[in-house]
């Protein structure tokens, strides 16, 4: 058998070791819809200023007093926070998403409160305050080609994103559906800025494609209800592991902008930039939600089970339970339902354990208090622990750390995240005249 000399064998070297991703192989980034801390640390951050035209009426509220570096300490940004787009990979096919992350990162210690937010959970794309900015562009044009995009004012002057000391905020767009059109091949570059820092354009391209086109999506509205215990008798579980049953329940309105605010600068440890793409299994639990219509309530019933690597799982405290409707259109639903809430004892954390089951009983009539005709998509998000709004600053409550019991074993993995059982039916009765 012949052999290369070796300069022949050298000069292939290279050349095998440049061979192209196949390209159908992309990053896993986010890919399951949820991100860790880990992944947002890897997102290359470059803010340019925004000059001083661009922001002259805008407000202040990031300023603060420099703060004194500590000996030895790793010196901080410059920056009070920065800002990015993470695109995991930058050709896409005609037809399909094209998933763009904004992320600010805070550099401080302190929680930053934002006035302005980039909000992807409306049926089209809404920017809560005059602070954000966003947009696409044809690189071959240099002209932006976003259509739709809706503005509103932050009429309370109040944060809207409560960013955490050292942490960050991020939030997932669909560029092929954000623009309200579909793109078309060509060369094209993504930014955005809050207040006064822009984000480093970063370029991406649309290629030629045979896939189908796709169907412009109908509009759809989520709507969220903080489910809680609002009557006495309600069963705890037992030995036998009966379900906890809430026999009166109170459903609090919460607006859909602040769920996904809350999840985007992360909900123990775990970040949800869409609120769209929550999945009902994170590889430590699975929730399941089994819906029983009954004449005197419907019952929501939602079990969560350990995932295939465990036996059993424990939770911290009881896992904190919101419906979320979806249904076609723009309207918004205005529910009063809400009851007093009732103090939950606390119990000791072994009886919190796989498989959890919370049976709520829904408020007689909740659906014809809704006014939604025909039909909508119920599900239900289930986070370990209360999902905290954003109410202003102030200091989050600490996630308590797991233990080893007092014989030395190791115990079951306390559960920390965010899943959502998959959506039901539920057909709503015609509107009165």
């Not at 819809?33 to 002259?56: H, N, T």
């Not at 669909?174 to 822009?198: M, N």
């Not at 309105?253 to 949800?272: F, I, N």
């Not at 998959?422 to 015609?430: C, T």
Request: net charge neutral; hydrophobic share 40%.
């Amino acid at each position: 058998m012949s052999r290369l000399p070796p300069l022949v064998f050298a000069a292939l070297l290279p050349a095998a070791i440049a061979a192209p991703v196949p390209r159908d192989v992309r990053p896993e980034f986010g890919s399951n819809g949820l991100l860790s801390r880990a992944d947002l640390e890897k997102v290359r951050f470059d803010s340019r200023p925004v000059p001083d035209r661009d922001r002259r009426e805008r407000r202040r509220e990031v300023d603060e007093p420099k703060e004194v570096e500590k000996p030895g300490a790793a010196p901080r940004p410059a920056n009070r926070y920065d800002v990015a787009v993470h695109m995991p990979w930058a050709a896409f096919r005609e037809a399909e998403p094209i998933p763009a992350y904004l992320v600010l990162r805070n550099n401080r210690p302190a929680v930053l409160g934002l006035h302005s937010r980039p909000d992807f959970s409306e049926p089209y794309p809404m920017f809560h305050g005059g602070g954000c900015g966003f947009d696409v562009r044809d690189r071959a044009t240099g002209e932006s080609v976003l259509e739709g995009i809706s503005h509103a004012t932050n009429c309370g002057g109040g944060s809207l994103v409560d960013v955490p000391g050292d942490g960050y905020y991020v939030a997932r767009a669909d560029l092929a559906r954000v623009a309200g059109k579909p793109l078309r091949p060509g060369e094209y570059e993504v930014d955005w800025s809050y207040d006064r820092f822009r984000s480093a354009p970063v370029r991406f391209t649309v290629t030629r494609s045979d896939l189908p086109a796709r169907p412009a999506a109908r509009p759809v509205t989520s709507h969220y209800f903080r489910l809680s215990p609002a009557g006495d008798g309600d069963e705890r579980p037992g030995a036998a592991g009966r379900p906890v049953v809430w026999r009166e329940v109170g459903l609090e309105q919460v607006y859909a902008g602040d769920v996904a605010a809350a999840l985007g600068v992360g909900h123990a440890g775990v970040y949800a930039p869409d609120v769209r793409a929550i999945p009902s299994a994170d590889g430590v639990v699975e929730a399941a939600l089994e819906w029983r219509p009954y004449r005197e309530g419907d019952r929501a019933v939602v079990t969560l089970r350990a995932g295939p690597k465990f036996e059993r799982v424990r939770f911290a405290a009881l896992p904190e339970l919101h419906l979320q409707l979806d249904v076609p259109g723009e309207d918004r639903v205005a529910v009063a339902l809400e009851k007093q809430q009732k103090a939950l004892g606390q119990l000791g954390a072994e009886e919190w354990v796989t498989p959890l089951t919370v049976e709520a009983r829904l408020p007689a009539g909740w659906r014809e208090a809704c006014e939604v005709e025909g039909t909508g998509r119920l599900s239900v998000l289930v986070t370990s622990g209360r999902l905290e709004l954003p109410t202003g600053m102030r200091e989050k409550v600490k996630v308590a750390e797991d233990r080893i019991d007092p014989a030395g074993r190791a115990r079951p993995p306390v559960w920390s995240g965010v899943v959502r059982t998959a959506a039901v039916e539920v057909r709503f009765p015609p509107a009165g005249p």
